[in-house]
């Protein structure tokens, strides 16, 4: 693990992540690497016991939790959620008698899939958020189609205070992480801030690290993304996903374990499948099953694992460059580790843009979208904001280009070993539909049309 840890420690380095911990399984051994500090303005090393907020890799727990209740009896996984939330409100009303929690399971509730964080840090924080949901738009009929959704697993954070009794932090300590002797893990900022614990950063033009002052998500959306945990806590998480393996008692049972990382339906672009809710990527050639988190492009994690393989391995970053480091890691460990070589790129095809022109116009997923132009041979993505007075702190990637590598995938030129989209025809041959960046974005204008 030498080179490992000499890459670790020149890459954060070079691309501006101050702190940053490794967790790497291989064949039942374990390996722990950390690098850097906690904070550059109040430097503290990292250690195995230092906490980072792992970002969505926290929605894996909370469909962990929920399924410990499903295995216990207590819920039914297929029967409508109104049994169970009897006051749960959705715009559509049909959806609302027919969504299940395995739909919110598998990203397929069909509502909206970003929602507005809150300050509110009260126990009821997450109740208040779902009575809301009524706001968001349902863009298809639940089960229908796979589209992230963090709200989504908000509303699945409330079904678990409803089925136990206790707010959503309590719960999950109780199903997962006191079984798996998870010590080191907590979802309020005061339980870390008496502990070891990183700070997010951003990076300035200059590839400096910058303290982020904010915590990055607020307690409505701890069930979707709000765990903080520690390099020796995921190994331990690591290691029950992986194999079973735990030194405590097992929240679920083996089969139910193996269910979560099956492959349920097929996701969008660059996922290939989702399971329960792990997400399946073709990654050197092989279905790996994965997971990560982004706090507010200022905390990054990656968490990889190949179970039939007995290889795992996660990466915690205090920086919105981690995930540039997770790539790094553990691309090095299925080359160097498993001996596996990277995916070939795709080729762009060399279009005109009259032949792109069935592509452009204006996509929109409900909370993010982007106009698709023809321009000397590629599509450029301008994207904007569905809903800018509530999403204004978000912040979006510059204009792009993008190329088509096959009759309706296209990828970014910058990154071709992995597919940017997959456009979606209805039975007419009309493209309608683009799965792309893990939503499902529907073509709300066509290119030319005005509004």
Known sequence: ??????????????????????????????????????????????????????????????????????????????????????????????????????????????????????????????????????????????????????????????????????????????????????????????QAFSRRHTVGHTVDNEGRPRVAHTWGLGRSGAAEGGLASSVTDQLKYLQFHLTGASTGTSPVSPSMRVEMQRHHKVAAPPFDGVGMPWLLVDMFGTTAVTHGGNIAGIQRSMFTMLPEEGFGVTVLANSGAGGALGTAVTSWCFEHLLGRTANPSHEALMLSDAELEPFAGTWDSGSWGMTLAPENGSLTATFFLSNPDRDEERHLPPPMPLALCAPDEIIHPGAPESLFGRFIRDSDGEVTGLLAQGRALRRVKRGGETS
């Open 1 to 190: 693990m030498t080179r490992l840890q000499e890459l670790l420690d020149e890459t954060a380095a070079s691309i501006g992540v101050p702190g940053a911990a490794v967790a790497v399984v291989q064949d039942g051994e374990s390996h722990v690497l950390t690098t850097g500090i906690t904070s550059v303005d109040a430097p503290v090393s990292v250690d195995e016991s230092t906490l980072f907020m792992i970002g969505s890799t926290t929605k894996t727990v909370t469909a962990t939790a929920v399924l410990s209740l499903a295995e216990k009896g207590v819920v039914d996984l297929d029967e409508p959620l109104v049994k169970v939330m009897p006051d749960l409100r959705l715009r559509d009303t049909r959806a609302r008698e027919r969504l299940t929690l395995r739909h919110l399971l598998t990203h397929g509730g069909g509502f909206e899939g970003d929602v507005a964080d809150t300050d509110d840090w009260g126990a009821e924080a997450i109740a208040r958020s779902v009575d809301g949901f009524d706001e968001l738009a349902q863009h298809a009929p639940p089960g229908s189609a796979f589209s992230y959704s963090n709200s989504g697993f908000r509303l699945m954070g409330r079904v678990i205070e409803l089925l136990t009794g206790d707010p959503y932090e309590i719960a999950a300590q109780k199903l997962v992480l006191d079984p798996l002797g998870m010590t080191e893990s907590f979802f309020l900022p005061w």
